[in-house]
């Protein structure tokens, strides 16, 4: 009998043990955030997940989605993919039941990696980028090409041309890449010295990336950049869309960019310069960052909602800036693809939240920029608050002229009893009339500081404690102003916070008439040392600068402890119904909160640039990539989240975020120039039918980069290559030439007056941008009109563009100087076009080319020599000598300027 | 220009040749400017049985991004006309006939109303403004319509009045924003822009989304309301003016003469047909067309904004006004663009913001004026369009921002010496006309004085909704992916009205 059983119990072993090591085998894990949460997102996100949660279920987070579901079991279980009802329902024959509902079923390789992956305990992952950067390894790739070295950049692209069978382009001409690397670094052709020693072969490739950085016009090629993420624009927005002054926070941009000023210090600056300890006037003109929200000044409007409008705008900006993060959509409900609650929201908005700005007419607070006699002024009203005052003193009077706060603004005015708020902005008391400010803390001040206008004479006012019954607090007299005056009045000291009841009498005003129009009250108190010889001179002297009208920038400035405003939820994203209230945090998926960080913006600046914050240093390489190659390595620029598109080179981003975090010190100088000397970027940018076959959107660099030019470029270029551009940097915007009646905007008395001078033709990062009704040639071509945060501008191409190199008068113009210059480099035209066209494209023209504008010229000037009188017309002067030649050489460089190659980055 | 047609055949050719469907649509997709059609043609792509014209249709989209692309499903209008008013005419004069409001002419407005609301300018307790204008029914509706609109009481019958419109947005600002965008605040694509994206448009020698403006001055929210927020700018309204060039920059530069013009977009084209083969770019081959494009428009636009060719009767019936900026001129031109195969004409007139703070904006003096103004126009635009059969297949969107106040206004709680009334946000009036609307129908209702819906209330959203279906679109489905997810010119809301669809 045994002897008979062996085979039986040895097949049984063998089998438990084929069973054993199939059990035990490791079957390939499922990478949730690369394999699972895609397909989640595709195909059952939507209605389970955020928003919806159809039959209770949602595969948002971990926690929902093995939760029970209407049916009072869950849909996932782990370890049973055949209990699932996630599995169950992805096969139903039935279509009332399959998943997902009435659309196409899931692939079978789709619902095989489900299956595997809850068979695998249905383990949650982190999305890639929520995971801190960490070196990847680089793969072993020492060459380019024969003979050419492969730098570490170079090695993980080519591993990727590898894995999808391309193959990478010979090197880019010499002048096509210096044309390249000139317009990417400085938004500029080179200079024709560093056109001549580079193809002399007098300086080397990294004498020229080092030569362009260096220049003052990298600052201000890369700040259209920034500005776009910054919104910058030099007009209000809304209805009355009136000019703001915001310049000096560009000039700040481009400073800090020509400084190379690190990346983090660079958030810091410009999301909390105003709370860094004894910030700069620098530091303050950076927090200009977050004061170019739109602010509206329509009448009618209330304040309150633009302020809250405001701030939830610096939140949307500052995620998506910083974090790739689309923080808009939580500002509802949850997040419905990425792991953010909608509490989670707010809790970011109360970061912003307590910010002393209020949607006013004036967008205080504003930094004073005095001139420098002032500024010695205050330097000795410093110096008296210092020898007879509190040392912290000091500073509250320093930093009340530098921007003049803590103020209350007369839209807090309530219960209006024969008085208005003009225009729903300034207080307007009528004869007899009153109003309350409440809840108001005067730190126990003698004076009150009142800033307004009035056109008549001999208005009575008085304040009083609570109500009209209460205490005086102040009484005086209003007369006549000549514009607007800040005043100081003397006030009773009263403690703690205090209802303010506000009257005036003005016999001879009409009954419904203004006497005065009130913009702010302030409560400083009289400078200390009053008993001191030379007070009453020096507390005339801190007025006297009060009522200096200096320059002004809209900055951001932090409410001090009794102005300070609670956070709540908005239910369903309604500003008015509100809901628990928050404190400031960051949202709990992403990098721990270190709690030696103040939980303020201060605080928010330190997380984004903390080295564990895995979003900042991937989103600001992927957009200086997209620069460069037009392509970010996520293509979805404004998104790094769950829903956005896979990397194409994820080791590479994570490479690069390293290096610019670890060895770059956050130096974008030292990023761009590792990027621009690598061999991927300085390819050729010719597209063969099969590289536009296997990859028509260059997503693997096969080639090098072939992008149209920005509309600044485009502008730039053309009238650097003329000579005509003005290279003088900094200033109040710039108005060049613009069709007429392009500018009529409602209640709003500006009007474009064409710049004079130079000013004409300065760099477009000097035009000035109205919201409203933007530069139209530079619309035409894309770019924005910076009402909210842009990542990334649309590439068109329209005839409209078209329309304008081929006619916009700046294009004419630029045609005019390239005809003079080619007048004067050759007797013979077909030498003469050559001779320009070498200096346009930094390449020889190839003969078809010379051919087919040689006779343009031909025709142009046979058009002349017929109607000599359309000549004087183009070259616009009555110079008689040569005007035929002229005038067809300005035709034939009106067809250069609008050449495709001249349009586009080689 | 035989090269170029060479070229382009053999550009589709290759791509057909050498690509299965799928590559060759995303192909398509990336070349249209970053993934700026995705949606639309993975909606396409869901249906196997794409005809393979529409695939050649969709590479023309390419060269040329402002191709016609067929709607998802079957439209009943095939170009929009939208008539804005902008400042927002007072319904109470016009459409909405509310005998109680005579009886209470003066009389304090109950504080039941006022409760919990804001308004822009009134303050306190307003009194009541009983309808200025006398009215009367009309046509086989029996439409009621004021004495202030003789001309248009004659064609009610081809309109569907809304009469319980309602909005949440009570300054012109914020609320154009959020009538031609779906928000009230900047930085979203317009209707029209929606529309151009989503169905290209038919005469490429034209803009596919022209905006005209009259009455002096644009409208307050400026040039965002025809934008196209973040839609390529290639979709966003195109201002044409009927002072300087009708176009931006379309004019020849003095000296250039037509001629050498075309001399010029050759040698251009030549050098650029050369870029092409030594770089094989496509986006070269799509700027070969823009230059052509840009040449034939040169000659059409300036053709098309002319209407001095007009006959005189048309001239009469429209009751235009050559050489002005007039709304007249531009109901004129909207029907010409029309018939020349452009999508959506926006027209915008100024000067309806009538709070009575001075004769022109008094409702019984001024706002009378303006009504002369678009009355015989509006019924011409109706009636021409009607004549030539274009009626049926041309939508005409006719309203304000918002509706005015069954209230006086009393500024910041003034008494003021004209009869005015203030931004209204509950109810208002808007009408529709044309392709696949009910004419001769009205549907909401407001309570006797005017002040709230009682049946019928239509949001903005809806009317967006209604427009897109009219246009071939689900308003749900019609999306574009930014900033990280798909935004709907409808957002999460809006329902098709049903009711005035025929």
Redesign the interface.
Known sequence: MFPKGLPVFITLAFLFLVGLIIWLWPEDRVNFSTEVKPILNKHCISCHGGVKKNGGFSVLFEEEALAPTESGIPAIIPGSPNQSNLIKRLHETDPELRMPYQKPPLSEQEIEILRKWIKQGAKWGDHWAYEKVAKPEVPNRPQWKEGIKASTLDAFVLEKLEENGLQSSAPESKGRLLRRLSLDITGLPPSEGLAKEWKTGQVDLDQVVDTLLSDKAFGEKWASWWLDLARYADTKGYERDVSRTMWPYRDWVIDALNADMPFDQFTIEQLAGDLLPQPSDTQLKATAFHRNTMNNDEGGTQDEEFRVAAVLDRVNTTFEVWQSTTMACVQCHSHPYDPIRHEEYFQAAAFFNNSRDEDTHDEEPKLRMYEATDLAEIETIKNWVKDFGKKEDVRFYGDFLRFQEPKYHAHLCEDFDKAELIDTKWLGLWPGGSTYLRNVYTGSSDLLLLNYWADVDGTKMSIREDGPDGRVLSQFVINKTNGRVTRAIPFLPVDGKVDLFISAENPRAKAQQNTSAIVWFAFVPSLPGKDKPGHAGMQEKFISLLNQKPLSLPIMGENPSFMQRETRVFERGNWLLLGEKVEPKTPAALNPWQEKWPRNRLGLAYWLTDKENPLTARTVVNRVWQQLFGRGLVNTLEDMGTQSDTPSHQELLDYLAWQLMYEYDWSLKKLIREIVLSNTYRQSSQITPAILAADPENRWYARGPRIRLSAEQIRDQALASTGLLSRKMYGPPVMPEQPEGVWQTVYNGESWTTSEGEDRYRRAVYTLLKRTSPYPSFISFDAGSREVCLSKRIVTNTPLQALVTLNDPVYIDAAREIAKKMHTLSEKPQEAIASMYGSMMLEEIPPAKLQALTKLYEQALENYRQKPEMAIELISQSEQKNKNTLAAYVVVANALLNLDEFLTKP | MLGLERLLKELQH?QLE??TRRHFL??CV??M????LAPLLFSCE?NPKIPATQQVALSQRTLN??SPQPPPHLPKAKSIIYLHMAGSPSQLELFDFKPELVKYDGKACPESLLEGR????I?GVPNLLGPQSSFRQHGESGAWVSDYLPHFSKVVDEVAFLKAVHTDQ?????AQLFMHTGSP???RPSLGSWVTYGLGTENQNL?GFVVL?SG?????????VW?SGF????Y?G?QC?S???P???????????R???Q??I???N???K???E???????L???N??E??YR??IEVPEVMNINDEPAYIHELYGTKPGEEAFANNCLLARKLVEKGVRFVQLFD?GWDSHGTDHSTAIDLGFRNKCNEIDRPIAALLMDLKQRGMLEDTLVVWGGEFGRTPMQENR????MGYKGRD?HVEAFTMWMAGGGIKNGSSFGETDELGFGAVSGKVSVHDIHATILQLMGFNHEQFTYD????PFRLTD?EGHIIQEILA
């Open positions: 290759r050498e690509q995303l192909e990336s070349k400017g970053g993934l700026a869901s991004p402002l804001k308004f822009a300018f303050r009570f300054n012109h600002g914020p605040r900047l930085g803009p403006t002096g001055k644009t409208p307050d929210a400026g040039k965002s934008g839609l390529p700018s290639v966003q195109v003016r002072k300087g060039d176009v931006l920059y379309l004019q020849d530069p003095k000296g250039i003469s001629d050498l013009k001399n010029i050759s040698a251009i030549d050098v650029n050369l870029e092409y030594q770089y094989g770019d496509p986006e070269t799509a700027r070969i823009q230059y494009m840009a428009m040169q100024w910041e709680g003034k008494t931004h930014f900033q990280g997810r999460v």
